[in-house]
């Protein structure tokens, strides 16, 4: 059985938010803050967020 990859979203911005994206199907509204890393996963769905290149 393969294993399913999380979703990867670049962004610009080192503080996200994420609620799953499936409406009702989705989850609570959570801030995310990369702090001195590139990236950060919600805890709720595994969708990672990443920094485009250049915005490090």
Avoid: N
């Avoid at 670049?10 to 959570?30: F, M, N």
């Avoid at 890393?37 to 595994?46: A, L, S, T």
């Amino acid at each position: 059985m393969p294993v399913e990859v999380p979703e990867v979203v670049e962004t610009d911005q080192h503080r996200v938010s994420c609620d799953g994206g499936g409406g009702a199907l989705g989850h609570p509204r959570v801030w995310l803050e990369m702090g001195d890393e590139d990236f950060v996963e919600c805890p709720y769905c595994d969708k990672r967020f990443v920094l485009k290149d250049g915005h490090h």
